[in-house]
Every structure is written in C-alpha cells, then in structure tokens.
C-alpha cells in the first residue's frame, strides 16, 4: 500500500483526524486493514476467507476514497463492472471475492443499486471523468435491472431469487438505500447529458413510499436500520427527520456503548452505530454523532479494525470477526465531520436530483 505523503499516513487521512475518535495513527491503521483484505483484483471482502456482498465492498471502496486510497478504490470498482451480469445484477454474496465461486446465486435490488452511489463518490473525489464515462454503462443496467422490481406502489422488491423468481415484498432499509442510489444515478446522468425520465419519476415514486406508505414495506421496525436509513440515505430531512431521530433513541442507543442491531437483543453493532452518527451529521446533530463514534472505540482492536459487535450482557465480542464494512462506515461519518467534500456531498444529499414526485397520495 503506497504511502503517499511520507509520514506513514494515506494521502488523505488529514481528514480522518476526529479528536477523541482517531488519531492520524490510528486512521491509517484502519485504512491499512481495509486494503490488508483487499484482493489483487480489486475485491474486498467482509475479511479474508468470508464472502464479499456488492453493498459492502461498494462502501469500503468509499472509505478507500476518503482515505485517498483511490487507486485501490478504482480497483473495487473494476472488479464490479468486470463480474456484472449480463442482465445488470451482481449475486448477493461471493466467496473471499471470488467471482467463480458465488454462495448466493440470488440478488438484492439494494446491493445492485448501490454501485451508483459508489461511482458518484469516486468522481467527486477524483474528477475522474474517463472512469465516470467508463461506468456508465453499468450503472445504468444496475438501474434497469433495480427499477425492473419497483412495484406499483413505488417500492421496490427486495431480492431476485436463484431461479429467477422476484420477491414483492420490499424492506424499507433496502428502497431507503435504492433512493440515494437513484438520485446518485441521476447526477451522474445529468453530469454526463443522458437524462434518464423513467428514473426521474422512479425515483419520485420510491420516495414517497418511504416517506408516506410504512404500509408497504414489510415490517423490521425492531431493526434500528430502519428507524435511522430514511434520514442516513437523505430521503427525510428537516424536523421531520430530527423527530425521527428522537422517537427511536431510547429504544435503540445504549449509551456509552453503541447502537442496538436488534431490540430487544442486548447487542450493539459498530456499522449500525457509526451509519446512525453519519445520519447524526446530515441533520446538523455533529455532538451527538462524535459522541457515538466515541462510544463505540470499545469495539477497535489493535490492528486497527473493529469488533461487528459486543453483547453487553455477557461482555463478549461477537460474532468473532472484524470487517471491512465496519472499518468502512465508521470511516466515512469520520470522513463527513471533517468536511471531506465527496463524502458530504454524497451523504448531505443537498445538491442530488430529487426526482419528480407522483401524483398519488
């Protein structure tokens, strides 16, 4: 792994800094772990040996940008196009990377759609506009492949299964993230002059889903994802949002250790509580997300990464493993407190094409 500015830092890691969170020090070294379990062709994986899923190597490759690591970022990303499905979709989980060895011969919408947020990201940190023009094409067969699912009430099924049977069933985590995925899609779209009218009224459509039907997406509210990713993928904003937050925080933040994965489970996981502090930052709640980045430093070992979770009853890491995608989301909501500029723009939501909203109610 290149160093890149001579003081056994990333390029980049100026902005990983957060006082109380990470030292330059210790930025690097989780940098270093998520690029230790890099591939020689640009997979990642959860860790080495376990299976790599499109959604989590997407953010790790993320984290790799924010760190500067855009090489090796680029690389993730190749790896996405090069093993892309003839109709647009990705499996759902491949072993250690493997594009031979797929573990789940389904796919998830969300998973798919995710690339689009990841190449949006990329181009903001790089002005890479041979690698925006040489992704296009996949993220748009992602796209169709994605919006082939939307059902008529605007979400969006959540998996295709291994014998080609789609599921109507949506999550709401799931069409939350699809959300941001779309409106990535659309500025990288209109940054390129193709404008794509179905998405744009897709994307409407998924929105109000979230925002309004609670109805038609299967039930998960003991599952703190899905009381934080409407604000975290920038579909809800203003009080509304800041409410939001408020209604879920006794049920689902343990303090001084974490975010709830599941309630009632005595079990705080690192993803969760560092995806809840980048949903903290994008509605102006900055304390409260160092807070919980702080809180959670109980689960960092000593190479650099961290622990997926710790339950508090009986004081045990568990499962035993450290990931990429931990590493990664604690990352970026460092990367957003420090203003990196492609990691704001992406989870800030401010600037990306809303969509046209329906005429339903």
């Known amino acids: 792994m290149t160093r890149t500015d001579g003081g056994g830092r990333g390029g980049r890691t100026e902005r990983l800094v ?13 940098v270093t772990g998520i690029a230790g379990a890099q591939r020689p062709d640009g997979a990642i994986p959860w860790f080495s040996g376990h299976h790599l899923d499109p959604w989590d190597h997407t953010e790790a490759a993320m984290a790799l940008d924010a760190a500067g690591e855009h090489e090796r970022a680029r690389a993730a990303y190749t790896w996405l196009a090069r093993h892309q499905n003839p109709d647009g979709s990705w499996y759902a989980a491949y072993h250690d990377g493997d594009p031979e060895r797929p573990t789940d011969h389904g796919s998830e919408t969300n998973f798919c759609a995710y690339l689009a947020v990841g190449v949006w990201h990329h181009f903001l940190a790089t002005g890479d506009e041979v690698f925006l023009d040489r992704m296009w094409p996949h993220v748009a067969a992602a796209m169709e492949f994605v919006l082939g699912h939307q059902q008529p009430g605007g979400q969006i099924g959540w998996r295709r299964e291994p014998g080609g049977q789609a599921t109507a069933d949506a999550l709401l985590t799931g069409s939350a993230s699809i959300h941001q995925a779309l409106r990535c899609a659309l500025a990288i779209a209109e940054h390129r002059g193709s404008p794509q009218p179905d998405w744009e009224l ?33 579909t809800l904003r203003g009080p509304a949002a800041l409410d ?22 005595p079990w705080v996981t690192g993803g969760e509580s560092a995806e809840l502090a980048l949903a903290l930052w994008a509605v102006g709640e900055s304390d409260r997300a160092v807070r919980i980045l702080a809180d959670i430093q109980h689960l960092r070992a000593e190479d ?45 939501a401010e600037r990306l094409p809303d969509g046209l909203d329906p005429d339903c109610c």
């Open 18 to 30: 957060l006082p109380g969170v990470l030292t330059a020090e210790q930025a690097w070294a989780t």
């Open 304 to 348: 650099g990464m961290y622990w997926t979770g710790y339950v508090f009853e009986d004081r045990a890491f568990w499962p035993a493993e450290r990931t990429t995608w931990t590493a990664a989301a604690l990352l970026l909501a460092v990367a957003a407190l420090g203003g990196d500029e492609a990691t704001t723009e992406v989870f800030g």
């Open 202 to 234: 897709a994307t409407g459509a998924l929105g109000h889903a979230v925002l309004r039907h609670p109805e038609r997406f299967l039930d998960k509210r003991h599952y703190s994802m899905d009381w934080y990713y409407p604000v975290l993928t920038g």
């Open 244 to 265: 939001r937050i408020e209604e879920g925080w006794a049920r689902f933040v343990v303090p001084g250790l974490g975010v709830r994965c599941v309630v009632p489970n």
